[in-house]
C-alpha cells in the first residue's frame, strides 16, 4: 500500500526551527516527485517546497525562500523539511505529497500531485 506520513508538527516560539519528516512506505520516495504543502484555517492550500526524482532539484515558495530547505534520505525512504525563523503566518497544517511521473524538475502545485499524507500541524505561538 502506498502511504506517506508526516510527523514533527507541534507548537513553537516565532524565531524558533521544527523539522518535518514525510516517510513513505510502499514506494521509493527517490523516483518520485515530493512536494511540501500547507493550508492554514479558512486558506487555500499553499505550495512550500519540492524535490524532484532522482536528482534532487529543488523549489520554494516565495514566502519561505531562505528560510526553509528540503531534503532527502534515500537509506530512510524519508524527505525532511527544515523550518527556520518561523512566523506566526507560518501556521497551519503541512501535507507531503508525492508525484507518480518521475521528473528532474519540480513545482509547487497542488494539482500536480497524486498520494498525500494526512497532515502535521505546526502552530507558531508566542
Known amino acids: 500500500q502506498v502511504q506517506l506520513v508526516e510527523s514533527g508538527g507541534e507548537l513553537v516560539q516565532p524565531g524558533g526551527s521544527l523539522r518535518l519528516s514525510c516517510a513513505a512506505s510502499g514506494f521509493t520516495l527517490d523516483r518520485h516527485v515530493i512536494g511540501w504543502f500547507r493550508q492554514a484555517p479558512g486558506k487555500e492550500r499553499e505550495g512550500v517546497s519540492c524535490?524532484?526524482?532522482?536528482?534532487?532539484?529543488?523549489d520554494y515558495g516565495d514566502s519561505v525562500k531562505g528560510r526553509f530547505t528540503i531534503s532527502r534520505d534515500n537509506a530512510k525512504n524519508t524527505v525532511y523539511l527544515q523550518m527556520n525563523t518561523l512566523e506566526p503566518e507560518d501556521t497551519a497544517i503541512y501535507y507531503c505529497?508525492?508525484?507518480?511521473?518521475?521528473?528532474?524538475?519540480?513545482?509547487?502545485?497542488?494539482?500536480?500531485?497524486?498520494?498525500w499524507g494526512q497532515g502535521t500541524q505546526v502552530t507558531v505561538q508566542g
Open positions: 524535490i524532484s526524482s532522482y536528482v534532487g532539484s529543488v
Open positions: 505529497a508525492a508525484k507518480s511521473a518521475p521528473s528532474k524538475e519540480c513545482t509547487v502545485q497542488p494539482r500536480e500531485y497524486d498520494v
